[in-house]
Nanobody, 121 residues
Framework: QVQLVESGGGLVQPGGSLRLSCAAS????????MAWYRQAPGKQRDLVAV???????NYADSVKARFTINRDNTKNTVYLQMNFLKPEDTAVYYC???????????????WGQGTQVTVSS
């Protein structure tokens, strides 16, 4: 089966930085769109950033100019570089990928296990 494994979460002070990673493993044909979502306690899960297989990114307004999403297709891995972190960024961050499986090439949605990011003094 296909799995997304996240790493890189932790505790950081306001203004600090963290880098999240998410790697797809298993048998599949292609990893298409990849994205990061986040969910704070009592809040809905919101899109943070998304990137196409070709590398075109889009960001939520709340993280523009602070976060950068990129990917390495040779490693089937997506990254989220988070700079100038604010307490409002505190949430569980979830990796998402749309993956085309081996023939007959069915496309499925996959989610990572979530990683906690806490921004606090």
């Amino acid at each position: 089966q296909v799995q997304l494994v996240e790493s890189g979460g932790g505790l950081v002070q306001p203004g600090g930085s963290l880098r999240l990673s998410c790697a797809a493993s298993g048998k599949f044909f292609n990893v298409n769109d990849m994205a990061w979502y986040r969910q704070a306690p009592g809040k809905q899960r919101d899109l943070v950033a998304v990137i196409t297989r070709g590398g075109s990114p889009n960001y939520a307004d709340s993280v523009k100019a602070r976060f950068t999403i990129n990917r390495d297709n040779t490693k089937n891995t997506v990254y989220l570089q988070m700079n100038f972190l604010k307490p409002e960024d505190t949430a569980v961050y979830y990796c998402y990928a749309k993956i085309a499986t081996i023939p007959p090439y069915r496309e499925k949605d996959y989610w990572g296990q979530g990683t906690q990011v806490t921004v606090s003094s």
